[in-house]
């Protein structure tokens, strides 16, 4: 496919590597322009403004920091909205809000654009290897129009139905989640160290049994010996991905006491200089306050 | 081997066919002897009293429910501990507190008997198909000495030293970890379901990627199906469970904030009448609080 | 002196007949008009805009209902700040966010206006007895000219220091505060509720030793009593303003695990249905919790 | 009257002095008796054993630690319970649990003897000037046959019913009031303070209007300066009232999601090493969370 991408930092660059790999003529921009030009050999073409990696493509994929990146990309007069074909379709895949989501659908809807939120799960080295998992939701035919895409990123796809929003919801849901275990291990593996049980030990049990999975077996790694380098996502962009949830959550009036006691672990560990480190150093919190 | 087995719940009792069917000559005990009586024909004996099933054994296995129910079996002037021959090991295999397996280590070694703190994981459903998880912990030479008994009822044994207690803080710890996955999932669940997202869908792709692990996928179903039956295993004896794990914490001096979460949710539960339902039921707390 | 003021809720609305009780020469706004007319007979003008409610003033008042409010009536291209005389004062005394605090006093700076934060406690009965505490931040000679309207709609002022943002903050966390007065007492109430002892005694107990403080006798009458009319502060309101100083908390990278746990019971009350009462009724969530 | 006291710590040894000063013929009994000997020149006599302390008296007082202590006290074989005449009161004025309580009240109850639980508010220097206030519930002519030494030791009595533990119950939780106070104080200053506002202002503002009351005054004089000297009440008791207001709650199936914030802060205090600090301290665990 003809296709742009915005956004080369340490997932979108090696995404892009596989789109290339993967036959599609890819145009790209980056706020800094070194970073793009990494790419020049292999890409169609360096964009210098969103606005020109938009132009003459099929489908625009944005790999940006925040809604704050995205509202400057999409919706300044001179932006993706403007230069955007009429018919192509713009895929946002990293984590924004569920309210941004919302406002990019109708946006391009009224510009007669396709709008399809697909963020994706994995760390930058399962973008190395095109094995992000992916969660796309939009106009069905976009999704099956938009898979070649898709399919050069990652290795799997769920359609989460045709509200691009849902795909948002579910990409924070997953991300909580991942806090949630974070937060559960730190606390546990204070109380074994406590006890004088390797936490190494108990991260066995527990993975040899009923938590064999990759969030316990890779994060309980990290935690259990304490060593969170090199940092796959940084704290400081996990908190955002936290006040989204809680956002969408106060939103649609739920409750989510857990997302507010990883909150507020979190805030304690930026506060405490860690905001650049990987965010499951926030187990370190946990350690501290056990007095470990 | 020559063994006994006290307590014939809805754990104990397929426990108990399997060491039989394993060959074990077996003795049982059951507080209500009716109960008892059901493996009359494929027991070596059905004892009258708990001393009398920890005579003549070379291992006296206690399935039972709590503290309490250890106390009266074991510390009874007329109980097990006066009765176990010298040299023959008791095994707990309960969820008891850390403190009573220190106190049974220590009363036990005093009149020259052993003891074995061997809890396990699994449900009743497990427990029949002889495929729990055994965490022992103990003397070394007495842990290989009981792996018959082991194997008979589990499909892996874990060994996590020479010190009972701390087999007892792991199985704490695993069932404080289950109650976390299950709490963060009713609280994602009543998130997506706000959102017009089925829980099933959202499960399905947690399962499909970082969260494929038995515990989301068998608590997962659960919850977002809002069905709890067959229930396995008793709000009121989880909320013990979590009891103890945050009597542990406390006296290990370890601050455990998801406990505390859980903790009010399932005395939430219990008071508002679910003390008998399966423990995954408490998201229904969750379901509840945000209007659903 | 010569002031405007915009919103007349059911807190401007005593504020203004007060002023111009006090001999204030006042000029009106409100969105919806007929509720402005009521004050025709006494006040110099009611103005059809907000603009025209800030020309020709020395002192202008907004007591609207949130940030998007104030948005609305200040940066609106033909709005307050484009009218308000160069040398006069804009005075928010509603409660805003501390980033729109930050936000007016440099606008208005820019333009050669003076802006004051002076935030007020007290519900609308207290409005009504000019009876309100003002906290008021900004250059200590603004504050001193606008001495005479605190004085008329408030029984003492505090100054809380030159930046106006700092009002805010102090206005935030004294609502925060009396959210942790509500919940620790509706919790209290149903734990001696269910040992049978009536929630009245124990509220007089408190308020006749270390407790003895406007918060814990009025919630607390109303706590007891389960009666929560007729409502003062709406719920919806308080989650507001709860989510305001969650805000600047987290601007600010300072914990807050207190109004975490408030807010999930403020939006849980929402979602079950409550956001018109009165904010002292998300008691009911903890005396539903105990199945009282 | 005729009574005895046992307990001479930092609470039992001033009340002992201002009984006295009442003109009571006091026997103290002190398990340090050294302490006890402090006080031979003006008690009736000093015991050297429980027992001797409660014979012989018309009401025979408890202030000691714990319910382990109590235990010690009046159920050991040669204890209280035996020594004290038919007809004769126990007041057990200390902070035990609500189990305890109902312990006591049934067990005096079947010897023809009284209970009364009369725990207190107030630290050691209200102890000392004879300003407690006195929480006492029991039969209701044993109150007013106590009445003076209530009288004696506080500046209030409040009368709580008939039933013993519900005195228990209030005073814990009391307490459990304090303590959020303590917690809700520390972060509003941890806020303030990253906000450039001295906390000492904020206070100010709190005690001025809706927050007038000693609670706030003393315990927010204390946290505000950062300065727990001369501490009152050792964190390490705080933490043993949380807990027993926790297992009160539990016992009534009441959900407490402010204790178990607190339990937690305690903790971590507890194993930072602030056991021995006035219980205000913890407020130190929210200003290092905030980077403070």
Redesign the interface.
């Known amino acids: 496919m003809k296709a742009g991408l915005i956004g080369l930092g340490n997932m979108g660059l090696p995404m892009a590597r596989n789109l290339v790999k993967a036959g599609h003529a890819l145009t790209v921009y980056n706020r800094k322009q070194s970073r793009a030009d990494e790419l020049k050999a292999v890409v169609e073409r360096v964009a210098r403004t969103p606005a020109e990696a938009a132009s003459n493509v099929e489908a625009l994929i944005t790999m940006v920091a925040d809604d704050r990146a995205v509202e400057a990309i999409v919706f300044n007069p001179e932006g993706v909205l403007q230069a955007l074909p009429a018919g192509a379709v713009h895929i946002s895949m990293s984590t924004i809000s569920?309210e941004m989501s919302r406002r990019l659908a109708t946006a391009h809807s009224e510009r007669g654009q396709h709008f399809i939120a697909a963020p994706v799960?994995g760390r930058p080295d399962a973008a190395a290897a095109a094995k992000l998992?992916v969660?796309a939701a939009g106009p069905a035919e976009q999704i099956a129009r938009c898979r070649p895409i898709f399919d050069a990123v990652g290795q799997?796809t769920?359609v989460?139905?045709e509200?691009a929003?849902?795909a948002n919801?579910?990409k924070l849901?997953?991300n909580?989640?991942?806090t949630?275990v974070i937060?559960?291990?730190a606390?546990?593996f204070?109380?074994?160290r406590?006890?004088?049980?390797a936490p190494g030990?108990?991260l066995?049990?527990?993975t040899?049994?009923?938590?064999?999975?990759?969030?316990?077996r890779n994060y309980g790694a990290m935690i259990a010996s304490d060593k969170f380098e090199p940092g796959g996502f940084r704290l400081r962009l996990g908190l955002k991905d936290n006040?989204l949830?809680i956002a969408?959550?106060?939103d649609?009036?739920?409750?989510?006491?857990?997302?507010?006691?990883v909150?507020?672990?979190l805030?304690?560990a930026?506060?405490?200089?860690m905001g650049e480190d990987d965010w499951a150093s926030v187990a370190r919190?946990?350690y501290k306050?056990?007095?470990l």
Chains 1, 2, 3, 4 share one sequence.
Request: charged letters at 15%; hydrophobic letters at 60%.
């Open positions: 569920v799960f998992f969660v799997k769920f989460a139905g509200q929003p849902a919801v579910i849901t997953g909580f989640l991942i949630t937060e559960s291990l606390e546990s204070s109380l074994v406590k006890f004088g049980i030990a108990l066995e049990i527990l040899g049994t009923l938590f064999d999975a990759p969030v316990y006040r949830l969408a959550a106060d649609a009036a739920v409750p989510i006491p857990m997302a507010a006691l909150h507020d672990r805030v304690a930026l506060a405490q200089g919190i946990a306050n056990a007095g």
